[in-house]
Antibody, heavy 120, light 108 residues
């Protein structure tokens, strides 16, 4: 059973870069069969898809965030990462990493999430 | 972008009652790539239904999903105390992936 665990700073200053890592256990980010994704949820609000990366390195980002987002994979550490630059208070949210099998309609398996607050 | 509209916003029911949740898409959802998630306070969303009607591993059979195209439904046949939560639909057939605004099922 795959498990996903987010990690990174819980507090980021405005205009700086938010950086999070998702460590995968019970599975491999080197597998070409999955989309490795990031999703966020502002406190008390709904869910927003940020983007995904596949093993080949192909990415797809939400147009609302595309200019500020980079998702990458580190196969040596079995991790994938999120960078969001020029953050503001509106980027305060619980950030989830998630995985979906790309070859059928299977849904997402999620990590437990990590709260990132943008504040000076 | 496909906009998903969930209704009602809040559903107040008693344990043992039937819950019917709706998710309507602004355009057809590709190949029924529609999922339902349950979220409780302080927890990550939990996958209930994928492909519009397939139950995820370990999900009780009181949860069922139906629909195609632009209209989808999640039905909980008999509410158990642990089912009171917020439910989200998600389409993952077209980019950007999008979520509905959620339906809160609370205790009447």
């Amino acid at each position: 059973q795959v498990q996903l665990q987010e990690s990174g700073p819980g507090l980021v200053k405005p205009s700086e870069t938010l950086s999070l890592t998702c460590t995968v256990s019970g599975g491999s980010v080197s597998s070409g069969s999955y989309y490795w994704s990031w999703i966020r949820q502002p406190p008390g609000k709904g869910l927003e898809w940020i983007g995904y990366i596949s093993y080949s390195g192909s990415t797809d980002y939400n147009p609302s965030l595309k200019s500020r987002v980079t998702i990458s994979v580190d196969t040596s550490k079995n991790q994938f990462s999120l960078k969001l630059n020029s953050v503001t208070a509106a980027d305060t949210a619980v950030y989830y990493c998630a995985r979906r099998y790309r070859y059928d309609s299977s849904g997402y398996v999620w990590g437990q999430g990590t709260l990132v607050t943008v504040s000076s | 972008e496909i906009v998903l509209t969930q209704s009602p916003g809040t559903l107040s029911l008693s344990p043992g009652e039937r819950a019917t949740l709706s998710c309507r898409a602004s355009q057809s959802v590709s190949s029924s790539y529609l999922a339902w998630y349950q979220q409780k306070p302080g927890q990550a969303p939990r996958l209930l239904i994928y492909g519009a009607s397939s139950r995820a591993t370990g999900i009780p059979d009181r949860f069922s999903g139906s629909g195609s195209g632009t209209d989808f439904t999640l039905t909980i046949s008999r509410l158990e105390p642990e089912d009171f939560a917020v439910y989200y639909c998600q389409q993952y057939g077209s980019s950007p992936l999008t979520f509905g605004g959620g339906t809160k099922v609370d205790i009447k």
